[in-house]
C-alpha cells in the first residue's frame, strides 16, 4: 500500500477514536522544503467537522500517529498544517520491497477488463509527415504506453486519409508532370515523391488563376474555374465510381505513401495494432443516421437532409447526412467509431489525438454517440493539442515549406552529432556506435522537448536548444542515466544484499531520492488520468536532479562505510531503473554509455 494511502487510513482511525468522527476525506501533500516532515496533512477541513484550533487539532492527531503507527517517527504544526516526518525504517522496508522490481510503477491489465483504444496520426496520403504529425504521434504513442503502465488494456490505432480531392490532385499532377517517376527512379521515399506533386499542383493552380484573372474573371470566380482544379474534382467522381485506370493509378501512389509512412513511423518508434483506412470508412454511418431517424435523435429537413439539433445542449444544429444521401465527415467519423467496437468488442472508450482546432468537432461527435445510446461513449476523450511552431513560423503544405519529420530526425542526429563532439565525450566509441548515441540522443531530444509541454499548450521547437545536455532536456536526463550504469559497472564488489534498518542511517538526500523514487506510481495514474506525458517528463526531470544533487552530496563508491556503499549504489541503480521506465512511456531510449 502506498505511503498517501496508509497515512489516510491511520489519520481516519484517529478521527474516529479521538473526535468521534467519519473523516471521508483526508487531504496529503508533499511537506514544504523549509519545514520539517515528509508529508503534510492539511488541518483546516477538519474544522467543520470539530470544534476546536488547527494547533490543537494537528497536534492530537500528530501524538496518536506517532504513539500508534509504525511510519510516523515524530511531527510538527505550523499553522493549519501537520507536518509528519516518516520513518526511516518505512522508506528502507519500502526500498527493499521494490528495488528488485524491474516493472515497478507498472500495473497489469485486469482481465476481462475494458480496453482503450487510442487513435493517433492520421496523416493524408498527398504528403509525408511533417513536424505537425510529430507531435501528433509522439503524444498519442506515449499516452497509449501510460495507460498500459496503469493497468488498462489498450489498442493503438490510426485512419489514413486515403481519399478525397487531394489525393487526387497528387494523382492528377504527377500524370501531368511526372513522366513516369516512381520512388525508385528518383531515390526517394514515396511519400515524399507524392508530395512534390501536390505542391507542383498548387503551382499549376495558381498559375491558372492569374491567368484567368488576366483574362477578365475575379479571384473568386478564377479559383472555381481553374481547369486543373475542374479535372481533379473529375477524377474523384471517376474514382467514387469505380474508374479502372483511376483506381490503378490511386492504389499505386498511394501504396508508395503508405511505404514511406511505415519507414517514417519506425525510425521515430511508433507502432500501431489497426490501421484503418478511409477509402474504406467513408460510406460507414449511413446506416445509423436511419437508426437514428427512426428513434428521433436525428431529424430530416424538407430538402431531404438530415441534421441533430444540438442548440438545448449549448452547440448548434449539425448536418449528418446531405440531401443527395452523401455522407459529411461527422457521419463517417460516427460510423467508425462504432465500427472499432464491432472489430475490438472489449473497447469500453477511445482516445482521439487530435489538433485543438478540431475541438467543436469532437464535442458535437462524442454527444452524438451519447444520444444514440452507445454505453462506451461516455469514455470518449479528444486529446487536444496545440501546434507546433518554429522559430521560422509557420508551416504550410501546399507551398512546400512544411519541415518534413524525416529531414527534422536527420537533423536532429546531425545536431546530437555537433555537440557531442563539442563536448568531447565520445573517446573510444567505433563509428557505428557513434551513429546510433547520435540517434538515441537526437531522438531523445526531439521526443523530450515535445512531451514535456502540457498537450495543450503550443510549442516554439528549437532543435538546437532542445539537445542542450544542461537544464531540462532530454539529453541532460540521459547523461544522468548514463552516469548511474558507469558508477554501476565500477561497482566491484557485491551489491545485492538487502539491508535492514538498523543496517544504516539514511543522508537527508537518500531520503529525498526514495521519496522521489515513490511518487512513481502515482505519477503513471495521474499521467494516465489526465492523458498527460508531460506529468511523467517532468517528474523523471526533477527525480534526475534530486539524483545529481545526492550525487554531488555524499560519496557513493567512496564511502568508507560498507552497508553505506552498498545501499547507495542499490539506490542509483534503481533511479537508473526508474528514468529508462519512464522515458520507455515516453518512447525515449536510454544509452549505456554517453
Same mark, same amino acid.
Given at each position: 500500500?502506498?505511503?498517501?494511502?496508509?497515512?489516510?487510513?491511520?489519520?481516519?482511525?484517529?478521527?474516529?477514536?479521538?473526535?468521534?468522527?467519519?473523516?471521508?476525506?483526508? *487531504?496529503?501533500?508533499?511537506?514544504?522544503?523549509?519545514?520539517?516532515?515528509?508529508?503534510?496533512?492539511?488541518?483546516?477541513?477538519?474544522?467543520?467537522?470539530?470544534?476546536?484550533?488547527?494547533?490543537?487539532?494537528? $497536534?492530537?492527531?500528530?501524538?496518536?500517529?506517532?504513539?500508534?503507527?509504525? *511510519?510516523?517517527?515524530?511531527?510538527?504544526?505550523?499553522?493549519?498544517?501537520?507536518?509528519?516526518?516518516?520513518?526511516?525504517?518505512?522508506?528502507?522496508?519500502?526500498?527493499?520491497?521494490?528495488?528488485?522490481?524491474?516493472?515497478?510503477?507498472?500495473?497489469?491489465? *485486469?482481465? /476481462?477488463?475494458?480496453?482503450?483504444?487510442?487513435? #493517433?496520426?492520421?496523416? $493524408?496520403?498527398?504528403?509525408?509527415?511533417?513536424?505537425?504529425?510529430?507531435?501528433?504521434?509522439?503524444?498519442?504513442?506515449?499516452?497509449?504506453?501510460?495507460?498500459?503502465?496503469?493497468?488498462?488494456?489498450?489498442?493503438?490505432?490510426?485512419?489514413?486519409?486515403?481519399?478525397?480531392?487531394?489525393?487526387?490532385?497528387?494523382?492528377?499532377?504527377?500524370?501531368?508532370?511526372?513522366?513516369?517517376?516512381?520512388?525508385?527512379?528518383?531515390?526517394?521515399? /514515396?511519400?515524399?515523391?507524392?508530395?512534390?506533386?501536390?505542391?507542383?499542383?498548387?503551382?499549376?493552380?495558381?498559375?491558372?488563376?492569374?491567368?484567368?484573372?488576366?483574362?477578365?474573371?475575379?479571384?473568386?470566380?478564377?479559383?472555381?474555374?481553374?481547369?486543373?482544379?475542374?479535372?481533379?474534382?473529375?477524377?474523384?467522381?471517376?474514382?467514387?465510381?469505380?474508374?479502372?485506370?483511376?483506381?490503378?493509378?490511386?492504389?499505386?501512389?498511394?501504396?508508395?505513401?503508405?511505404?514511406?509512412?511505415?519507414?517514417?513511423?519506425?525510425?521515430?518508434?511508433?507502432?500501431?495494432?489497426? $490501421?484503418?483506412?478511409?477509402?474504406?470508412?467513408?460510406?460507414?454511418?449511413?446506416?445509423?443516421? *436511419?437508426?437514428?431517424?427512426?428513434?428521433?435523435?436525428?431529424?430530416?429537413?424538407?430538402?431531404?437532409?438530415?441534421?441533430?439539433?444540438?442548440?438545448?445542449?449549448?452547440?448548434?444544429?449539425?448536418?449528418?447526412?446531405?440531401?443527395?444521401?452523401?455522407?459529411?465527415?461527422?457521419?463517417?467519423?460516427?460510423?467508425?467509431?462504432?465500427?472499432?467496437?464491432?472489430?475490438?468488442?472489449?473497447?469500453?472508450?477511445?482516445?482521439?489525438?487530435?489538433?485543438?482546432?478540431?475541438? #467543436?468537432?469532437?464535442?458535437?461527435?462524442?454527444?452524438?454517440?451519447?444520444?444514440?445510446?452507445?454505453?462506451?461513449?461516455?469514455?470518449?476523450?479528444?486529446?487536444?493539442?496545440?501546434?507546433?511552431?518554429?522559430?521560422?513560423?509557420?508551416?504550410?503544405?501546399?507551398?512546400?515549406?512544411?519541415?518534413?519529420?524525416?529531414?527534422?530526425?536527420?537533423?536532429?542526429?546531425?545536431?546530437?552529432?555537433?555537440?557531442?563532439?563539442?563536448?568531447?565525450?565520445?573517446?573510444?566509441?567505433?563509428?557505428?556506435?557513434?551513429?546510433?548515441?547520435?540517434?538515441?540522443?537526437?531522438?531523445?531530444?526531439?521526443?523530450?522537448?515535445?512531451?514535456?509541454?502540457?498537450?495543450?499548450?503550443?510549442?516554439?521547437?528549437?532543435?538546437?536548444?532542445?539537445?542542450?545536455?544542461?537544464?531540462?532536456?532530454?539529453?541532460?536526463?540521459?547523461?544522468?542515466?548514463?552516469?548511474?550504469?558507469?558508477?554501476?559497472?565500477?561497482?566491484?564488489?557485491?551489491?545485492?544484499?538487502?539491508?535492514?534498518?538498523?543496517?544504516?542511517?539514511?543522508?537527508?538526500?537518500?531520503?529525498?531520492?526514495?521519496?522521489?523514487?515513490?511518487?512513481?506510481? $502515482?505519477?503513471?495514474?495521474?499521467?494516465?488520468?489526465?492523458?498527460?506525458?508531460?506529468?511523467?517528463?517532468?517528474?523523471?526531470?526533477?527525480?534526475?536532479?534530486?539524483?545529481?544533487?545526492? #550525487?554531488?552530496?555524499?560519496?557513493?563508491?567512496?564511502?568508507?562505510?560498507?552497508?553505506?556503499?552498498?545501499?547507495?549504489?542499490?539506490?542509483?541503480?534503481?533511479?537508473?531503473?526508474?528514468?529508462?521506465?519512464?522515458?520507455?512511456?515516453?518512447?525515449?531510449?536510454?544509452?549505456?554509455?554517453?
Amino acid at each position: 500500500m502506498a505511503l498517501s494511502q496508509l497515512l489516510t487510513s491511520h489519520i481516519q482511525e484517529a478521527a474516529q477514536k479521538l473526535f468521534g468522527i467519519t473523516l471521508d476525506n483526508v *487531504e496529503l501533500q508533499a511537506t514544504r522544503r523549509d519545514f520539517e516532515g515528509d508529508i503534510t496533512m492539511v488541518i483546516f477541513p477538519l474544522l467543520k467537522l470539530v470544534k476546536s484550533n488547527p494547533a490543537e487539532l494537528g $497536534n492530537k492527531i500528530g501524538q496518536y500517529l506517532a504513539e500508534n503507527t509504525a *511510519e510516523v517517527e515524530r511531527f510538527n504544526v505550523v499553522s493549519g498544517f501537520l507536518n509528519l516526518v516518516i520513518s526511516d525504517k518505512y522508506y528502507i522496508n519500502f526500498f527493499n520491497a521494490i528495488k528488485d522490481n524491474a516493472r515497478y510503477g507498472y500495473k497489469s491489465a *485486469e482481465a /476481462g477488463g475494458k480496453a482503450i483504444m487510442v487513435e #493517433y496520426a492520421s496523416p $493524408n496520403t498527398n504528403k509525408p509527415l511533417h513536424l505537425g504529425h510529430v507531435r501528433n504521434v509522439l503524444l498519442g504513442y506515449s499516452v497509449a504506453e501510460i495507460l498500459k503502465a496503469s493497468g488498462k488494456k489498450v489498442y493503438k490505432t490510426q485512419i489514413i486519409n486515403d481519399r478525397g480531392i487531394h489525393i487526387c490532385k497528387s494523382m492528377l499532377a504527377w500524370e501531368q508532370f511526372g513522366n513516369g517517376e516512381t520512388p525508385e527512379t528518383e531515390g526517394v521515399k /514515396g511519400d515524399k515523391l507524392v508530395g512534390k506533386y501536390y505542391v507542383e499542383f498548387d503551382k499549376a493552380y495558381k498559375n491558372q488563376i492569374n491567368d484567368l484573372i488576366d483574362n477578365g474573371l475575379n479571384e473568386e470566380e478564377a479559383k472555381k474555374q481553374a481547369p486543373i482544379l475542374l479535372q481533379a474534382q473529375e477524377m474523384l467522381r471517376q474514382w467514387e465510381a469505380g474508374d479502372p485506370e483511376v483506381v490503378k493509378l490511386w492504389e499505386m501512389m498511394n501504396s508508395w505513401v503508405y511505404e514511406g509512412f511505415d519507414t517514417t513511423f519506425k525510425n521515430i518508434g511508433v507502432d500501431f495494432d489497426k $490501421n484503418y483506412y478511409e477509402s474504406n470508412t467513408y460510406l460507414l454511418g449511413k446506416d445509423v443516421v *436511419e437508426q437514428g431517424l427512426e428513434k428521433g435523435v436525428f431529424e430530416k429537413d424538407l430538402d431531404g437532409s438530415v441534421w441533430i439539433d444540438l442548440t438545448p445542449d449549448g452547440l448548434d444544429r449539425k448536418i449528418v447526412l446531405r440531401s443527395d444521401g452523401t455522407a459529411v465527415y461527422m457521419t463517417q467519423d460516427i460510423g467508425t467509431a462504432i465500427q472499432r467496437v464491432k472489430d475490438f468488442p472489449d473497447v469500453g472508450g477511445m482516445v482521439y489525438t487530435v489538433g485543438n482546432e478540431q475541438d #467543436y468537432h469532437f464535442k458535437v461527435l462524442f454527444l452524438i454517440l451519447k444520444k444514440l445510446g452507445f454505453s462506451w461513449a461516455e469514455s470518449l476523450y479528444h486529446l487536444s493539442y496545440g501546434m507546433v511552431d518554429l522559430p521560422s513560423g509557420k508551416m504550410k503544405s501546399r507551398e512546400g515549406t512544411v519541415v518534413d519529420a524525416d529531414d527534422l530526425m536527420d537533423e536532429m542526429m546531425v545536431t546530437a552529432k555537433a555537440i557531442s563532439e563539442e563536448l568531447g565525450k565520445l573517446e573510444g566509441y567505433s563509428d557505428e556506435e557513434k551513429e546510433r548515441l547520435y540517434k538515441i540522443i537526437g531522438l531523445g531530444a526531439l521526443k523530450y522537448y515535445i512531451l514535456k509541454v502540457d498537450p495543450k499548450k503550443r510549442i516554439l521547437f528549437d532543435p538546437k536548444e532542445s539537445v542542450d545536455f544542461a537544464g531540462n532536456t532530454g539529453p541532460f536526463i540521459q547523461y544522468t542515466y548514463a552516469r548511474i550504469q558507469s558508477l554501476i559497472r565500477k561497482a566491484d564488489f557485491n551489491f545485492s544484499q538487502s539491508l535492514n534498518a538498523a543496517d544504516i542511517n539514511l543522508h537527508e538526500k537518500e531520503k529525498e531520492l526514495l521519496k522521489a523514487i515513490a511518487q512513481f506510481p $502515482n505519477i503513471i495514474q495521474s499521467a494516465a488520468d489526465n492523458h498527460s506525458p508531460a506529468l511523467v517528463a517532468n517528474y523523471v526531470y526533477d527525480l534526475v536532479k534530486e539524483y545529481n544533487s545526492f #550525487y554531488q552530496s555524499v560519496p557513493v563508491l567512496g564511502s568508507e562505510v560498507e552497508n553505506e556503499k552498498i545501499f547507495r549504489v542499490q539506490l542509483s541503480k534503481k533511479v537508473g531503473e526508474t528514468i529508462k521506465s519512464a522515458f520507455a512511456l515516453l518512447g525515449i531510449d536510454v544509452p549505456e554509455r554517453m
